[in-house]
């Protein structure tokens, strides 16, 4: 079997049993394209002959091109791939099984402080409908902490204004209700009963985000909305709609809420990806307590 037809076997089996996003399966899909053209490229042969010397030296040569955060994930892709192999009984050993990935420093997620919110939405002209929508994304991104992916699912019946909750559709299948509160509420009720209806120009499907020509909104739509109410409000701040979900997070454990709840509210499989904010949540404190407290210098 070709290198090209084991990566198609892998990809497929990704997308179809593993039911994992479609932006995932290409990122690994890039990954393995890039260390057949390394393989190529150094004349090492097929997949099935690598060693755990070629391994390293691939590792090597990635520190030439990659940062360590990209060198690893690189690496966490072959680890996988190679292991789907041994599985399949395609090959018999996992060259990168041994394999370390550099050591990566851990940056911690830029969040926006509540007056920086509000400022931010409150700066969105909503005299139109196009600025109603606008507002009512970014206040969602904010109030839910849904993935910006989730939000572009999101369809008219996942929504329970009585309730106050929505259903939103997560990675890799797994579902979960989030609650609404009181303002997004009333947000989603004015957009709803107005510009949702006017937006979507009598076109046949139930999406709850739509672009002006009445289509589902697309990721990168929502990043270019965001972007442009960024610019045009008073802020400085180089931000992205994940920023939205950071800063959801942090805010909700700054006030209290544990572990836990932000994980399940989130949509995290894993306790580790929710634990990063704690530490955004402790350095806010830090820096509150440096500014005010008088004997903070």
Request: proline letters at 3%; charged letters at 30%; a positive charge.
């Amino acid at each position: 079997m070709t290198n090209k037809e084991m990566m198609v076997l892998f990809t497929d089996y990704l997308d179809a049993i593993l039911r994992y996003a479609s932006h995932t399966v290409k990122a690994y899909q890039h990954d393995l394209e890039d260390f057949d053209q390394f393989l190529t490229r150094e004349d090492f042969g097929t997949f099935e002959q690598v060693s755990i010397r070629i391994a390293k030296f691939y590792l090597a040569d990635m520190r030439e091109r990659f940062s360590a955060k990209t060198s690893a994930r690189k690496i966490s892709t072959l680890k996988t791939f190679y292991a789907f192999l041994i599985k399949s009984d395609l090959t018999k050993t996992n060259p990168f099984a041994e394999v370390k990935g550099p050591v990566q420093t851990k940056r911690l997620p830029t969040i926006m402080y509540p007056d920086e919110i509000e400022s931010i939405i409150d700066s969105i002209d909503t005299s139109k409908d196009k600025g109603k929508r606008d507002k009512l994304i970014i206040e969602t991104l904010y109030a839910t902490g849904m993935r910006v992916s989730e939000l572009c699912t999101v369809k008219l019946h996942d929504i329970n204004l009585e309730k106050r909750s929505i259903h939103v559709h997560g990675k890799g299948g797994k579902d979960r209700l989030v609650p609404m509160s009181k303002r997004l509420v009333k947000s989603m009720e004015d957009y709803l009963y107005g510009p949702h209806k006017n937006l979507t120009k009598q076109k046949e499907h139930d999406f709850v985000f739509i672009n002006m020509r009445g289509d589902q909104l697309s990721t990168r739509g929502v990043a270019h909305i965001v972007n442009t109410v960024l610019d045009k409000s008073s802020t400085h701040l180089k931000l992205t709609p994940h920023t939205l979900r950071h800063t959801f997070a942090s805010h909700l454990l700054s006030a209290g809420a544990d572990l836990r709840s932000v994980q399940s509210l989130l949509g995290h499989e894993h306790i580790t990806s929710t634990q990063i904010y704690t530490a955004v949540s402790k350095e806010d404190l830090k820096k509150a307590y440096l500014k005010a407290h008088p004997r903070s210098e």
